[in-house]
């Protein structure tokens, strides 16, 4: 596991749970709007990544204290033995919230059937055409991330679909393409974008709560819950 760092406590990043964040190295994307630079961008990564025994030495000292981890990124199922990690933090007696970009959904089933994940928070970028641009790329096939659209709608384990929005990159259009990407759903969140110092492209600015608003109207038709964070 590439593992680049960890946050000893969270009590938002996992929904009902006290829980740490572990961070993945490595991305397929390159999100212009992106937070997590270090993570994404190989001339930023730190060159050793963090050994797993002091991973596992934490976890070990916070069982009873922590309900769970979140394993994000970067993209978390790029990594090869995610699998296995997954088994030995789960034999800890831990819960396992993935986050993940939708784009490798054979991975996302076979950890959901292997039962190493219970919660999966996946992102939405944007409606269908402005996918590309909003994931930073010339072109991308979202037939995949539909795949594990479909997937995780069906019920096969707990999740919740996610956009961060940007002034520069989302309309009303975009939520119109949203709402039907993922129809029927059950949990949708919009989150404003938050500038930081690690941002990859420092350009983008927030649109104000009323707004996030209207655009959570637009996608209430067609999902179960949607609610606006952070706001």
Do not use: W
């Amino acid at each position: 596991m590439n593992i680049h760092g960890i946050q000893k406590l969270t009590l938002l990043d996992y929904p009902g749970k006290v829980a740490c964040t572990i961070f993945t190295g490595g991305c397929n994307l390159r999100c212009p709007f992106c937070h997590n630079s270090p993570l994404v961008l190989p001339e930023k990564m730190i060159e050793t990544p963090l050994n797993l025994k002091e991973i596992f030495s934490f976890l070990e000292k916070r069982k009873g204290l922590l309900d769970g981890i979140c394993l994000t990124g970067g993209e978390p199922l790029l990594q090869s033995d995610i699998n296995d990690f997954l088994k030995k933090v789960k034999s800890l007696g831990y819960s396992v919230k993935l986050d993940t970009n939708g784009f490798f959904p054979d991975k996302l089933k076979g950890l959901a059937a292997d039962g190493v994940i219970d919660y999966v928070a996946m992102d939405i970028k944007n409606s269908e055409e402005k996918y590309a641009k909003t994931c930073g790329v010339d072109y991308v096939d979202i037939s995949s991330v539909k795949e594990s659209i479909a997937f995780l709608v069906s019920g096969n384990i707990p999740y919740e679909f996610r956009t961060t929005v940007v002034r520069e990159l989302h309309d009303e259009d975009s939520f119109h393409g949203i709402a039907k990407l993922i129809s029927g759903a059950e949990n949708y969140y919009l989150q404003s974008y938050v500038r930081s110092y690690n941002v990859i492209s420092d350009v983008f600015s927030d649109y104000p709560p009323e707004i996030l608003e209207t655009f959570a109207q637009i996608v209430r038709p067609f999902v179960n819950n949607v609610s606006v964070r952070g706001i």
